[in-house]
């Protein structure tokens, strides 16, 4: 099925580094929303985005929603050992009866050796 | 605990067998929405329900998957004679607006 581009696939991270991701598509998105994934667990939700342009923050953590509707990023700032998983992005249309949400492959977050 | 329960967390079970799984979503929440994840890949959607209505569903719900919510409540997604191809981790999410909340997924292994 369609897929979103997220990259890095993966990165190490060292304890009080800064992370940065993003994601791209082809199409474009009314919402782009940032999860976190742990082993064996659902997704849960760390951000949420509805407009084109929004930067917006939750503690250590920066999204914005790309002008163009076809990008977003997430930035870690001050990374710490529990930052360690798997980030997904996802983008949706949200109205009429489409509701589901496009997945990138993840970004997996480890710590350095 | 407010948040959207899924049972099992785990099920294994012999190809061929039938299995089902449940959803109870947040309860104000009027979508509900299925979605099967495999081994590095990010959730791929499967099926979607507006109160009641299966508003739509993925060509990756073949004849053997099938989905209800009877009177918008709690769902259930049915399995019928597995494959091994069917072992993945099912999830379901719930919402009133935009943003989507999971539910911890239960695990699938078909031997």
């Known amino acids: 099925g369609q897929q979103l581009n997220q990259s890095p696939q993966s990165m190490f991270i060292q304890e009080g580094e800064d992370v940065s991701m993003n994601c791209t598509s082809s199409?474009?998105?009314?919402?782009w929303l940032w999860y976190k994934q742990d082993p064996g667990e659902g997704p849960v939700l760390l951000i949420a985005?509805?407009?084109?342009?929004e930067l917006t923050s939750n503690g250590r953590l920066t999204a914005q929603f790309g002008i163009t509707r076809k990008d977003s990023f997430l930035n870690i700032s001050a990374s710490i050992p529990s930052d360690v998983g798997i980030y997904f992005c996802?983008?949706?249309?949200?109205?009429?009866?489409?509701?589901?949400?496009?997945f990138g492959k993840g970004t997996k977050l480890s710590v350095k050796p | 605990d407010t948040g959207v329960s899924q049972d099992p967390r785990h099920k294994i079970t012999k190809r061929g067998q039938n299995v089902t799984f449940r959803c109870d979503p947040i309860?104000?929440?009027?979508?509900l929405y299925w979605y099967r994840q495999t081994l590095g890949q990010g959730p791929e959607f499967l099926t979607y329900?507006?109160?009641?209505?299966?508003?739509?569903k993925s060509r990756l719900l073949s004849d053997r998957f099938s989905a209800e919510r009877p009177k918008g409540s709690f769902s259930t997604l049915e399995i019928q004679r597995t494959e091994q191809g069917d072992s993945a981790m099912y999830l379901c999410?719930?919402?009133?607006?935009?943003?989507?909340?999971f539910g911890a997924g239960t695990r699938l292994s078909v031997l």
């Open positions: 309860s104000e929440h009027n979508r």
């Open positions: 329900f507006q109160n009641e209505a299966q508003l739509e």
């Open positions: 199409s474009i998105f009314n919402t």
């Open positions: 996802a983008g949706l249309n949200y109205g009429g009866s489409q509701g589901n949400l496009i």
């Open positions: 999410a719930s919402s009133s607006t935009p943003t989507q909340y």
């Open positions: 985005l509805y407009k084109a342009g």
